[in-house]
């Protein structure tokens, strides 16, 4: 019984149809790698707020401006 948990940020709204094929993507992974049934595999998708994100020790939106002072 896989469980797979997907975080991404809310930031860009993702769209019913978007999680709706990541869902069938990674189930469809699932049964062509390991031979697991759909039926008993779920994928949970979390979706968290920017502020709550970090990267490289940073919150996100700082990391960004490293970046892009950086580059």
Same mark, same amino acid.
């Given at each position: 019984?896989?469980?797979?948990?997907?975080?991404? &940020?809310?930031?860009?709204?993702?769209?019913a149809?978007?999680?709706?094929?990541?869902i069938?993507?990674?189930? #469809?992974?699932?049964?062509?790698?390991?031979?697991k049934?759909?039926? &008993?595999?779920?994928?949970?998708? #979390?979706?968290?707020?920017? #502020?709550?994100?970090?990267?490289?020790?940073?919150p996100v939106?700082?990391?960004?401006?490293?970046?892009?002072?950086?580059g």
């Amino acid at each position: 019984m896989p469980y797979v948990n997907i975080k991404i &940020t809310r930031e860009g709204g993702t769209t019913a149809a978007q999680k709706a094929a990541l869902i069938r993507g990674v189930t #469809d992974v699932l049964v062509q790698v390991l031979g697991k049934s759909p039926a &008993t595999t779920f994928v949970v998708i #979390d979706e968290v707020a920017l #502020d709550n994100w970090g990267v490289g020790g940073l919150p996100v939106e700082a990391y960004r401006r490293q970046l892009a002072t950086e580059g």
